[in-house]
């Protein structure tokens, strides 16, 4: 029988199912990569730590030592999330505030060390690291809390639309993970770098929040070039078209 065909062309079934789009998925954490990436967030956030025991200022804006490197310890969050998932970006996050502790436990160890007669730095040294344990308690509770904001937030959304709408996830988790973050640590951390006045603490909360959201969008295009090269590197990834 001739196909049937009108005006338009050949006859197309309307009933025919709509294209889904791919859904999402994880890969393992099994190989090297994954490990490299948690080594790297830990040092990221130990020194951002020690950094944030200095204040800094810029005219009117005020902030710390460590604002340059925190967004990239979120960076490398997204990264994670995106890849492997929310249960071993979990598993990141908790390493990374263990050694954290540790890192801490251990300076509070070097100040209480006897120093030698021909040692004169132990003043420098307990300015410099003394509050190094109330930075990382600060670190550690903002970060816990931003990170497994940041993260749920990006699985969940990448649940619903699968390996689609890549900024948009890294955005939106972006902006709720460092406003948590930056609220829970300023709003302990102000005191220990000497800010005592309301207006300032507001000023410190907002520089950080606007800063590193800034920095992690404005860097979008960077993290989803990492995200798609370790992609390609991930067997659970690699023979995937357009994952």
């Known amino acids: 029988m001739p196909r049937r065909t009108t005006a338009q062309g050949p006859h197309v079934n309307s009933s025919a ?34 950094g944030a025991s200095k204040g800094v200022t810029f005219g009117p804006i005020v902030t710390d030592g460590g ?37 801490a436990l251990c300076f509070w160890v070097i100040i209480a060390l006897p120093g030698a007669e021909w040692y004169d730095g132990q003043d420098a040294l307990v300015r410099t690291l003394a509050p190094v344990p109330l930075i990382v308690l600060a670190s550690l509770l903002g970060f816990l809390v931003g990170q497994l904001a940041n993260s749920w937030l990006m699985v969940r959304l990448k649940r619903r639309s699968g390996e689609r709408l890549l900024f948009g996830r890294l955005a ?37 929040f606007v800063f590193k959201s800034v920095v992690e969008i404005v860097l979008s295009p960077v993290t989803m070039w990492v995200i798609g090269r370790v992609k390609k590197a991930e067997p659970a990834y690699a023979a995937v078209p357009g994952a």
Request: charged content about 10%.
């Open 67 to 103: 604002f340059f490197l925190f967004p990239l310890a979120y960076i490398i969050g997204d990264v994670v999330s995106e890849v492997y998932g929310f249960k071993a970006s979990r598993r990141a996050i908790v390493t990374t505030f263990a050694l954290s502790v540790f890192a």
């Open 17 to 50: 199912p709509a294209p889904q789009h791919t859904p999402a998925r994880f890969a393992p954490t099994g190989t090297g990569l994954y490990a490299i990436f948690t080594a790297v967030m830990a040092v990221v956030l130990i020194l951002s730590n020690l």
């Open 172 to 208: 939106a988790s972006t902006l709720v993970g460092e406003f948590l973050d930056t609220l829970v640590f300023c709003s302990i951390a102000a005191g220990v770098i000497g800010i005592t006045d309301l207006p300032t603490f507001l000023n410190y909360v907002l520089v950080g």
